[in-house]
């Protein structure tokens, strides 16, 4: 099994920044892929930014490009999502997940992804 945990959520005004860690253990070898997600109230979890373990090939939404950057520390098993200029709009709960994914387009898809954090909590006031 695989086991993630994410820590660094928390509560900032619009312009912020944030940093949320992934922390993996157990049968790590079994994912090449690494996501972050997030879920606003009411709405369906989408992909924020991906990142092929290793590789280090990135892929990010379109909502985040240009202020959020996925990063990886191989040594500890840890996947990390630095956010900054944070919006209002990006208030959700993020999750980190990992998967076996090959084709790297597809990084946004939940359904590729068969290893979930537990989630964190991100607010942004205006």
């Known amino acids: 099994q695989v086991q993630l945990v994410e820590s660094g959520g928390g509560s900032v005004q619009a312009g912020g920044s944030l940093r949320l860690s992934c922390a993996a253990s157990?049968?790590?070898?079994?994912?090449?892929?690494m996501g972050w997600f997030r879920q606003a109230p009411g709405k369906e979890r989408e992909g924020v930014a991906g990142?092929?373990?290793?590789?280090?090939?990135?892929s990010y939404a379109d909502s985040v490009k240009g202020r959020f950057t996925i990063s990886q520390d191989n040594a500890n098993a840890t996947v990390y999502l630095q956010m900054n200029n944070l919006k209002p709009e990006d208030t959700a709960v993020y999750y980190c997940?990992?998967?076996?994914?090959?084709?790297?387009?597809?990084?946004?898809?939940?359904?590729?992804?068969?290893?979930w954090g537990q989630g964190t909590q991100v607010t942004v006031s205006s």
């Open positions: 997940a990992a998967g076996t994914i090959w084709y790297g387009g597809w990084w946004y898809r939940a359904n590729e992804y068969n290893y």
């Open positions: 157990g049968y790590t070898y079994r994912y090449n892929y």
């Open positions: 990142i092929r373990i290793g590789g280090g090939s990135t």
